[in-house]
Each structure stands twice: as structure tokens, then as C-alpha cells.
């Protein structure tokens, strides 16, 4: 009986070990490789490659800068921020800018992509967006304008945007995508968008055809503001990829652990 109860408790750890999520990747604004500003080819955390950016006129400044994401729209939260900034984003003419970085490695199979994302004001002729790809075929492209003011969502097998029912707000939003499974050039997944300050969601499941196989392995944010002011900047935090166990895993775990307290009892 001993004997039978070591190896229950041993494979229940085991279950527990698995349990645990992993992280393949994270970085955040207050990571001390930004203490210097949020520059060009600048890179901290572990498993991103470096920031690059792009304008609409090459000859246009950097756009990269660190701040507060509660600077931008109306000033409301809670904002983004990590350690009291955030990777932030400014144009200083009419006009787009963009950030992006490639993951280290493509996404597996399991894991969640995820960041945060913090959109300015919606002032006549503002646009802002955010997508993850693999190779170049977009496995999401999220966007908010001044004439559609609540954000959508494009997936490369959908015709068209799907509106989230979620309306603009400068409180900040969390965005992810999990790979839920891969099968050669085909991807199931299912994407979450929430509004942070009010809870708000939207999620959708589907599948998409990747000619090349390719995993999501490049993310960037893109903006294009109306005018030179605070209330009009983006900006991006907290990116972030994990395996986290799925509830049914969870519940198998908490079952037997039921079952071996009930055996030791007896």
C-alpha cells in the first residue's frame, strides 16, 4: 500500500510540475535596458529581438520614446504602465509610425502570445493598429480610427473585420492569441481582446492557413496621429509568451489530488 502510495503521489507531482506555465519570452518597459530611453534596436527581458521603427517619411525623427501611458487620451486609466512607464509612441506631423520586433523563436504549439496596448485619442484622421504574423501571413490585425471608433478585428480566413462590440478607450487593453493546436500549414487558436478598465472581452476561435507553415513570430503596433500632441500617442507594454495550463488540466489535477487524500484517509 506504501508502495502504491508513493508512485500516486509521484505522479501527481509530476502533474503538478506541468501545471505550472512556462515562459518562452518577456519584456517590459521598466526593465533597466530602457533606463537609457526606449531607443532603436534597444532590447530587454529575454526571447524578443530587438525594437525596430518605420514613418511614413524616413527623413521623420524617432518616434520612440518612454512614458506614462496615462498621458495619452483623456488621461483616463489604470493605464499599462510597469514600474511607471511604458513603451511609447508620438509622430510629430501628420502621419504613420510603427514599432515591431521578431519573437527570438516562432510561438509553440500551447503557448499565448500576449502585450498590452494603450491607444491615444481619436482625433479626426487617427488610426491605430496592432497585428502578429507569421512570415507574412497575419494571424490577427486589431485597429481603432476616428471614423470606427470601436476596435475590429481582422483573421486572414474571415472576410472582412468583426466588430468586438468593444468601444474605444484610453484605459488600455490586453491582447492575445493562443496557438491551441498546428497541423502542417493549418493553425487553430483563439484570440481574447480586454478593455482594462471596464472588464469587457471578446474571443473568437478559428483556424488559418499558413502556405508556409510559419508560426506567429513578428508583432508590431502602428499609429497614425493627427496632430503633434500628448493625447494622440500610443503605447505598448508587457509582451509576453507562455504556456499556461488549460482549466480541464487543472481540474484533473485538483480530482486526484481529491482521490489520494480520500485513499490516505481510508
Not at 16 to 33: G, H, N, P, W
Not at 112 to 122: A, F, K, V
Request: proline share 4%; charged share 15%.
Amino acid at each position: 500500500m506504501k508502495g502504491k502510495r508513493l508512485v500516486l503521489l509521484g505522479a501527481l507531482l509530476a502533474a503538478t510540475a506541468m501545471s505550472f506555465s512556462t515562459i518562452f519570452a518577456y519584456d517590459d518597459a521598466s526593465d533597466s535596458a530602457y533606463d537609457g530611453g526606449f531607443l532603436q534596436y534597444s532590447n530587454g527581458g529575454f526571447g524578443f529581438d530587438v525594437w525596430d521603427y518605420g514613418t511614413s517619411n524616413n527623413s521623420d525623427p524617432n518616434p520612440m520614446f518612454l512614458g506614462s501611458s496615462n498621458s495619452n487620451g483623456g488621461g483616463g486609466g489604470p493605464g499599462i504602465d510597469t514600474g511607471g512607464r511604458s513603451w511609447g509612441v508620438s509622430y510629430p506631423v501628420i502621419g504613420g509610425s510603427y514599432i515591431a520586433r521578431f519573437l527570438s523563436a516562432p510561438m509553440p504549439t500551447g503557448a499565448t502570445y500576449s502585450c498590452l496596448w494603450d491607444t491615444g485619442s481619436l482625433a479626426q484622421g487617427t488610426h491605430y493598429e496592432t497585428g502578429l504574423y507569421g512570415d507574412t501571413i497575419g494571424f490577427f490585425f486589431v485597429d481603432v480610427s476616428s471614423s470606427q471608433p470601436r476596435y475590429h478585428v481582422q483573421f486572414s480566413e474571415v472576410v472582412g473585420k468583426l466588430d468586438t462590440g468593444i468601444a474605444w478607450t484610453d484605459g488600455g487593453l490586453k491582447v492575445s492569441l493562443t496557438l491551441l493546436a498546428a497541423n502542417g500549414d493549418e493553425f487553430d487558436y483563439r484570440f481574447e481582446l480586454e478593455a482594462l478598465a471596464t472588464s469587457q472581452t471578446f474571443t473568437y476561435t478559428g483556424t488559418t492557413y499558413n502556405a508556409g507553415g510559419f508560426a506567429p513570430n513578428y508583432a508590431d503596433f502602428w499609429g497614425r496621429i493627427a496632430r503633434n500632441a500628448p493625447s494622440g500617442d500610443y503605447f505598448v507594454n508587457e509582451m509576453k509568451i507562455e504556456s499556461v495550463p488549460e482549466p480541464s488540466g487543472l481540474l484533473v489535477l485538483t480530482l486526484g489530488l481529491g482521490a489520494f487524500r480520500r485513499r490516505r484517509r481510508g
